[in-house]
C-alpha cells in the first residue's frame, strides 16, 4: 500500500491493482441486466453496506446461526470487482458520507497498511492531498457528484445512499435495498423480524466481534493484504471532527460547499 497513485480518466488510481483492474473491466467485463455493485469512495461504509446487500440477496439461502458472514468477511463475500475482476452483478449503487469522517478514517487505515520502515503518514500530509483531490479513486467529490447526476437520471438504476441515512435510519433503507435490489421484504417477513435479524447481523458490533473478521487477512494481490479487522474502526457519524483542526473542518466544508453548489445535493 505504498504504490504512488496515477491520475486516469479523471481519477487517482494505484497502478498495479485498481488501474489494472479498470482497465480490465474497460476492454471486458459484459455487465448483466440483473447484476448489482456496489460503488463506494474508500471508507464510505462499503463493508457495510456489502454486507447488507449479501445478506439481503442471499436470505432464503442462508438460516441466521449458520449464515455465511459469520464465518467469511464482507470482502469476500461480495468481492471487489476492479480487485477481482470476475465479480457478478445488477444496478448502481453509491454510498457516501461526510468528507471529514472519510478523510479521517482513509488516513487512519492507510497508516495501519504502511510499511513500518517508513516513516508516518501525517494527517496535515493527507489533508493538503485530499483537498487536491489526490486520494484513493479520489477526488472524492468527483466520486459523489458523478454518481449523485446519474442517480437523478436514472433513478431506476442507480440508487444513491449516505453512510448517515443508514445510520439514522437502518429500517428504511435495507428495506429500500430490498425493493431496489429486486428482494422486496414480504409484510409476512417483517412481522417475523427478519429485517432486524439483517441488521443485526451485519452490525458493526457483531461484525468486528466474529473470529473471520478479527484474524483473516483480504488478499489483494499477489503482495497486498490487509487484515479483516482494519475494516472495522468505530462506525460513527462525525468522528472526523475529533482530529481535524477548526481549519481544516472549515477548508473542507468550504471545498464541499463549493463542489456541490447547484447539485441539489447535501453532505
Ligand atoms: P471509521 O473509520 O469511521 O470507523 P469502508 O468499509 O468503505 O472501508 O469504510 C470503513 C468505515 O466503515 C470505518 O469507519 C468502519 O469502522 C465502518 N464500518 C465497517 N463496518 C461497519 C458496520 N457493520 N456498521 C457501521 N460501520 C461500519
Same mark, same amino acid.
Given at each position: 500500500?505504498?504504490?504512488?497513485?496515477?491520475?486516469?480518466?479523471?481519477?487517482?488510481?494505484?497502478?498495479?491493482?485498481?488501474?489494472?483492474?479498470?482497465?480490465?473491466?474497460?476492454?471486458?467485463?459484459?455487465?448483466?441486466?440483473?447484476?448489482?455493485?456496489?460503488?463506494?469512495?474508500?471508507?464510505?461504509?462499503?463493508?457495510?453496506?456489502?454486507?447488507?446487500? &449479501?445478506?439481503?440477496?442471499?436470505?432464503?439461502?442462508?438460516?441466521?446461526?449458520?449464515?455465511?458472514?459469520?464465518?467469511?468477511?464482507?470482502?469476500?463475500?461480495?468481492?471487489?470487482?476492479?480487485?477481482?475482476?470476475?465479480? $457478478?452483478?445488477?444496478?448502481?449503487?453509491?454510498?457516501?458520507?461526510?468528507?471529514?469522517?472519510?478523510?479521517?478514517?482513509?488516513?487512519?487505515?492507510? $497508516?495501519?497498511?504502511? !510499511?513500518?520502515?517508513?516513516?508516518?503518514?501525517?494527517?496535515?500530509?493527507? &489533508?493538503?492531498?485530499?483537498?487536491?483531490?489526490?486520494?484513493?479513486?479520489? !477526488?472524492?467529490?468527483?466520486?459523489?457528484?458523478?454518481?449523485?447526476?446519474?442517480?437523478?437520471?436514472? !433513478?431506476?438504476?442507480?440508487?444513491?445512499?449516505?453512510?448517515?441515512?443508514?445510520?439514522?435510519?437502518?429500517?428504511?433503507?435495507?428495506?429500500?435495498?430490498?425493493?431496489?435490489?429486486?428482494?422486496? &421484504?414480504?409484510?409476512?417477513?417483517?412481522?417475523?423480524?427478519?429485517?432486524?435479524?439483517?441488521?443485526?447481523?451485519?452490525?458493526?458490533?457483531?461484525?468486528?466481534?466474529?473470529?473471520? $473478521?478479527?484474524?483473516?487477512?483480504?488478499?489483494?494481490?499477489?503482495?497486498?493484504?490487509?487484515? $479483516?479487522?482494519? &475494516?472495522?474502526?468505530?462506525?460513527?457519524?462525525?468522528?472526523?471532527?475529533?482530529?481535524?483542526?477548526?481549519?481544516?473542518?472549515?477548508?473542507?466544508?468550504?471545498?464541499?460547499?463549493?463542489?456541490?453548489?447547484?447539485?441539489?445535493?447535501?453532505?
Amino acid at each position: 500500500m505504498t504504490e504512488h497513485l496515477v491520475h486516469y480518466q479523471g481519477f487517482w488510481l494505484t497502478p498495479r491493482t485498481a488501474l489494472k483492474g479498470l482497465l480490465w473491466i474497460q476492454d471486458h467485463f459484459k455487465p448483466r441486466p440483473t447484476d448489482i455493485f456496489v460503488a463506494t469512495s474508500p471508507k464510505t461504509d462499503t463493508t457495510w453496506l456489502k454486507a447488507l446487500i &449479501f445478506a439481503t440477496v442471499n436470505r432464503t439461502r442462508y438460516g441466521f446461526s449458520e449464515h455465511t458472514l459469520l464465518t467469511t468477511g464482507p470482502h469476500d463475500c461480495f468481492p471487489f470487482l476492479d480487485i477481482f475482476v470476475d465479480g $457478478n452483478h445488477r444496478s448502481l449503487q453509491d454510498l457516501d458520507g461526510d468528507p471529514k469522517d472519510v478523510l479521517v478514517s482513509k488516513w487512519l487505515f492507510m $497508516n495501519k497498511l504502511r !510499511p513500518k520502515q517508513l516513516p508516518p503518514f501525517s494527517l496535515e500530509e493527507a &489533508f493538503g492531498l485530499f483537498c487536491q483531490g489526490i486520494s484513493h479513486y479520489g !477526488p472524492y467529490w468527483d466520486h459523489v457528484l458523478g454518481y449523485w447526476k446519474a442517480s437523478l437520471e436514472t !433513478p431506476e438504476k442507480i440508487l444513491f445512499l449516505k453512510y448517515e441515512d443508514l445510520k439514522m435510519e437502518p429500517f428504511a433503507v435495507v428495506k429500500r435495498l430490498g425493493e431496489f435490489t429486486g428482494y422486496p &421484504f414480504s409484510l409476512e417477513e417483517e412481522s417475523e423480524g427478519v429485517v432486524e435479524e439483517m441488521l443485526k447481523l451485519c452490525s458493526f458490533e457483531n461484525l468486528s466481534d466474529l473470529e473471520v $473478521n478479527k484474524t483473516s487477512v483480504l488478499k489483494f494481490s499477489r503482495d497486498i493484504m490487509v487484515d $479483516n479487522r482494519h &475494516f472495522f474502526r468505530k462506525g460513527e457519524v462525525g468522528d472526523g471532527k475529533n482530529y481535524l483542526t477548526e481549519d481544516m473542518i472549515q477548508r473542507l466544508n468550504a471545498i464541499t460547499a463549493d463542489k456541490l453548489h447547484g447539485s441539489g445535493l447535501v453532505l
